[in-house]
């Protein structure tokens, strides 16, 4: 659901350096109108290295109130449809689902955890570069906040709402850099990072209260392939990029009470979500440098890329109601304790047919022709860009008048780019 990666997931070792675009020129690719952040890891030192960091800390927040947790160990990863084949008839019954996750804890977490290590070296006369990382981070989070309703709504009162969240990270990366000869390089980056995250929300208002318990997995591969290369003024860069990226949140548990009892109807919903992308890539970047004096010089620049990316979604929910009915609620310290005690009987049928169950596919050509002037203080880079893109969708559930959908478009992006040195530390941009 959201195009970011957390940067603690990569180790500081790693890291060259961050290269931060505000306003895009025609070699980049047009989705980032916004900016983009390119992170630069780095060659292998010249010499062997080898680091290590270890640091812990913990959070003040939980001096003053216990950390909320549940069994997320215990979750079923499939939903009931899921685990029974995904049958045309899937009615379920209470045997269908477990409890066990359901019971809630509350105790003092373990103090917060961050570790990395790095390794690097050069091989054969120095031609060879590795550079070997991993990180890992386990950190205890919380968040208080009050939400004030106003009056006449279907709210009571302010509603409190308290978070405890763990977050886990970890992270492998190897970097290899072959230096050819001075004009021929190659490198290889490969990287896997996972990431969890078990949170429990605990709202409450006047007369009601809400629990839900939350897991969620995510891990993201890639690997990249680029070379380098110099032909007398030519410059030749290429790249060739793969990518699989993976999100998890099963049995998404909300629990709905009225004052000290269980809601009798929508007492419970409990929700299964995954979803994966698939990315594979290709760029290629020609520049040419005419230097004309020392103070001047004129660049030419041209290239294309070609992107194919897959997309899957699943969407599988139920609802609960009590299942001692309306004339006998479920109270709280009478006939329960925990979460898990509380009698439960889910509608026969779940919500299978949302739209968020689908396959997706997207396909992007791009080209771009850029030039670049430079004389003394003035910097002037002009280019336009053509990205064609290809998109469908098919609905997985086709109970809606457009099951399957597609549409191309053809995108012409221009820009120009005016820099003014004043002096060393200052300047004056103009982008459009």
């Given at each position: ?131 070997i990382a991993g990180s890992f981070l386990n950190t205890y989070r919380g968040k208080e906040s009050r939400i004030y309703y106003q009056p006449g709504t279907s709210h009571n009162g302010i509603e409190y709402r308290n978070y405890s ?268």
């Open positions: 659901k959201n195009r970011f990666v957390p940067l603690d997931i990569f180790p500081s070792e790693m890291l060259d350096y961050l290269e931060v675009t505000k306003s895009l020129t025609a070699n980049m690719e047009g989705d980032g109108i916004g900016g983009a952040v390119n992170l630069v890891m780095k060659d292998a030192p010249s010499r062997r290295q080898f680091t290590a960091n270890i640091s812990t800390g913990y959070n003040s927040m939980y001096l003053g109130r216990d950390f909320q947790s549940f069994r997320h160990g215990d979750i079923a990863k499939q939903s009931p449809y899921e685990a029974m084949g995904k049958p045309n008839d899937y009615k379920v019954t209470n045997n269908d689902f477990s409890m066990s996750n359901l019971h809630m804890s509350s105790h003092k977490p373990l103090p917060d955890l961050t570790a990395g290590l790095s390794y690097g070296d050069r091989f054969f006369n120095d031609r060879l570069g590795v550079m969240s763990q977050q886990t990270r970890m992270g492998a990366h190897l970097k290899l850099d072959y230096q050819i000869n001075h004009d021929n390089e190659l490198t290889w980056y490969n990287g896997y990072m996972d990431m969890t995250e078990a949170e429990v929300r605990d709202g409450k208002d006047d007369k009601e209260r809400q629990a839900r318990m939350r897991w969620n997995h995510q891990y993201i591969l890639n690997s990249t392939l680029k070379g380098r290369h110099q032909l007398a003024g030519l410059g030749i860069s290429w790249s060739a990029v793969a990518s699989r990226a993976y999100s998890e949140t099963p049995d998404n548990t909300e629990i709905f009470m009225q004052g000290s009892h269980i809601q009798t109807s929508g007492a419970a919903t409990r929700r299964w979500e995954h979803n994966s992308d698939r990315d594979i890539a290709a760029y290629l970047d020609l520049t040419y440098k005419l230097s004309t004096s020392h103070k001047q010089m004129f660049e030419l620049s041209a290239g294309g890329m070609y992107r194919d990316k897959k997309r899957d979604s699943f969407f599988n929910e139920y609802t609960f109601d009590s299942a001692t009915g309306t004339k006998n609620p479920q109270y709280e310290g009478k006939d329960w304790n925990n979460f898990d005690e509380i009698l439960l009987t889910p509608h026969p049928y779940g919500n299978i047919g949302d739209p968020l169950n689908y396959d997706a596919t997207e396909k992007i050509y791009a080209a771009y022709g850029m030039a670049k002037y430079t004389k003394g203080r003035i910097e002037l880079t002009a280019g336009i860009r053509m990205e064609h893109t290809n998109q469908g969708y098919k609905l997985k559930f086709a109970r809606d008048t457009y099951p399957e959908g597609n549409q191309q478009y053809t995108d012409l992006l221009p820009s120009l780019h005016a820099k003014y040195t004043l002096h060393n530390h200052a300047h004056l941009r103009l982008s459009y």
